[in-house]
């Protein structure tokens, strides 16, 4: 069975706050480490009302520290917001804490809007072309310190978190491939580019000394009940986050809606079934036709499940499902 993995996006419901996010996400946590789930990564997003995970490397460590096995991880850092240092000491604690469980997906988006990335980073001198050499800077924070080095992360110098570059276009395959990481596609939003990246990642990899072969995770949806059509039902409350998020007016994750998409513009309509080209929405045994039929399209190593369900005992479930649709 291929290894699965978790993307979550901390979800906050309509009518809830971040805190019950926040602890939902630690309760899917250790019930995805139950039914054998590889890593859980949370994304860093900013002024979005649906998102609970701004405090990214926060939250990393109070999953693993609710969870024992799991990897855990960022799905992404996003980079251009932060200080190479500063990353590299809030990973290095994070890695000194848990051991050989924490991963860093790094990507070259802000996760946000212009204005509110200025309040991340209120001299912003540099730009997202800066991403390969903060990429390089922040390994050179995490290897071992040399002998006289003057700027030392502690923690963080000789704890080799291993990085990660995430991507939705050809860009990050080719840093990721001449840097000899491991590469993680965004196809659950962002679908279009993942076959040409996909095969330049591949073909441009050079060995390195944290990864000697390519080795590439890709992002699915998932929604899998016990029927299609209650798994269409459910599924309709990320795609109602989704467009307004393309329409610029993020929301809370709102309730599901029975015929969701009937008036809907033709551009607008495009765009969902372009996200629902990379995921499995349905039963159980549909689930398991699409899985398989998107890793032998991509040959993808590993799978990192995304799920937003405005139910949080519906989305536990499709998580258990997903186990089931994949053995």
Same mark, same amino acid.
């Given at each position: ?7 979550? &996006? ?26 054998? /789930? ?9 002024? !979005?009302?649906?998102?609970? +995970? *701004? ?37 290095? =604690? ?9 991963? #860093?997906?790094?990507?070259?988006? #802000? $996760?946000?809007?212009? #204005? ?8 912003? =001198? ?14 050179? /924070?995490? +290897? ?11 923690? $963080? *110098?000789? =704890? ?5 570059? %995430?991507?939705? +276009? ?8 001449? #840097?000899?990481?491991? /590469?993680?596609?965004? +196809? ?6 993942? !076959? ?14 944290? %990864?000697?072969?390519? /080795?590439? !995770? ?23 986050? !989704? ?9 809370? &994750? ?66 258990? %499902? ?6």
């Amino acid at each position: 069975m291929i290894p699965l993995s978790v993307l979550d &996006l901390a979800p906050v419901i309509q009518g809830s706050i971040p805190a019950v996010a926040l602890k939902n996400s630690l309760d899917l946590a250790q019930h995805v480490e139950q039914w054998g /789930y590889n890593r859980y990564w949370v994304a860093e997003h900013h002024n !979005m009302a649906g998102i609970a +995970s *701004a405090a990214t490397a926060v939250l990393i460590g109070h999953i693993a520290g609710g969870t024992s096995t799991i990897r855990v991880g960022s799905g992404g850092i996003m980079l251009p917001n932060h200080a190479p240092l500063v990353i590299a000491e809030q990973f290095g =604690t994070l890695a000194s804490l848990y051991p050989d469980r924490i991963d #860093l997906g790094l990507g070259r988006a #802000l $996760g946000t809007d212009q #204005l509110t990335a200025h309040a991340l980073r209120r001299t912003l =001198t540099g730009t997202v072309d800066d991403f390969p050499k903060d990429v390089i800077e922040l390994q050179h /924070y995490l +290897s071992d310190a040399e002998e006289g080095q003057q700027v030392i992360a502690t923690p $963080g *110098a000789g =704890t080799q978190v291993p990085i990660w570059i %995430l991507g939705s +276009s050809l860009f990050g395959a080719q840093l990721a491939a001449a #840097l000899g990481l491991p /590469y993680a596609f965004a +196809s659950h939003f962002a679908p279009q580019e993942l !076959m040409n990246a996909l095969k330049i990642y591949r073909e441009r990899f050079k060995p390195s000394a944290q %990864l000697q072969a390519p /080795y590439v !995770m890709a992002g699915f949806n998932i929604c899998i009940a016990d029927t299609d059509e209650e798994a269409i039902f459910l599924r309709s409350s990320a795609l109602q986050s !989704m467009l307004h998020l393309r329409r610029g007016m993020p929301i809370q &994750l709102p309730p599901p809606l029975e015929n969701f998409g009937t008036d809907l513009t033709p551009q607008e309509q495009a765009m969902l079934n372009s996200i629902n080209e990379c995921a499995a929405i349905g039963s159980v045994q549909t689930a398991s036709t699409r899985i398989q039929e998107f890793i032998e399209k991509t040959g993808v190593d590993e799978l990192m499940c995304v799920c937003s369900m405005f139910d949080h005992d519906k989305r536990l479930e499709s998580f258990r %499902l997903a186990v089931e649709a994949c053995s």
